[in-house]
T-cell receptor, first 113, second 110 residues
């Protein structure tokens, strides 16, 4: 009963480096989401996907790209990391259109120095 | 006005107390609402869903006031283990993606 799995759990990047965060869910959920959480800012939506092969921008998409080539996986990429991207990143998945709660992964703590 | 607003607290209450949090939302068309619990350095976990006037689960009661556009979470007989941050969430947009409040921090004191 893995649910939503995020890798890695922790990462330190230097400014300008790139990386990919992986989110995998085994619940056959159609919808997947990437949020970032910063102190005092709450959870803010970066990108989301309503099904395999689809992606859409959320509230704070700049500096990030995503892909959903397989239904169970949702990848978040940082092409050129900046200190402002230091945050905790949460992936979530859901059955459908906001009528069901999300299941979250355990998060990735990213520090950009 | 923010889409979803919560009093950040902190709320410090003794064990056994009853405590209530409110969450206001701006989209009057919202149909469903959620309360999440988030422990320190952990992921949010779904606590309750609210689809009509309210919902009750043991010591927890969530109520919806559509006229004033807020949802509330009532915790009765507080336990030390209830200490956490409580987030409310409201769907918005074409895919009904959730918008979260900043959370209310609760500490239950022995």
């Amino acid at each position: 009963n893995a649910g939503v799995t995020q890798t890695p759990k922790f990462r330190v990047l230097k400014t300008g480096q790139s990386m990919t965060l992986l989110c995998a869910q085994d619940m056959n959920h159609e919808y997947m989401y990437w949020y970032r959480q910063d102190p005092g800012m709450g959870l803010r939506l970066i990108h989301y996907s309503v099904g395999e092969g689809t992606t859409a921008k959320g509230e704070v998409p700049d500096g990030y790209n995503v892909s959903r080539l397989k239904k169970q996986n949702f990848l978040l990429g940082l092409e050129s990391a900046a200190p402002s991207q230091t945050s905790v990143y949460f992936c979530a998945s859901s059955h459908g259109r906001g009528y069901y709660g999300y299941t979250f992964g355990s998060g990735t703590r990213l520090t950009v120095v | 006005r923010k889409e979803v607003e919560q009093d950040p607290g902190p709320f410090n209450v003794p064990e056994g107390a009853t405590v209530a949090f409110n969450c206001t939302y701006s989209n009057s068309a919202s149909q469903s609402f959620f309360w999440y619990r988030q422990d320190c350095r952990k992921e949010p976990k779904l606590l309750m869903s609210v689809y009509s006037s309210g919902n009750e689960d043991g010591r927890f009661t969530a109520q919806l006031n559509r006229a004033s556009q807020y949802i509330s979470l009532l915790i009765r007989d507080s336990k030390l283990s209830d200490s956490a941050t409580y987030l409310c969430a409201v769907p918005r947009g074409s895919a009904r993606q959730l918008t979260f409040g900043s959370g209310t921090q609760l500490t239950v004191l022995p």
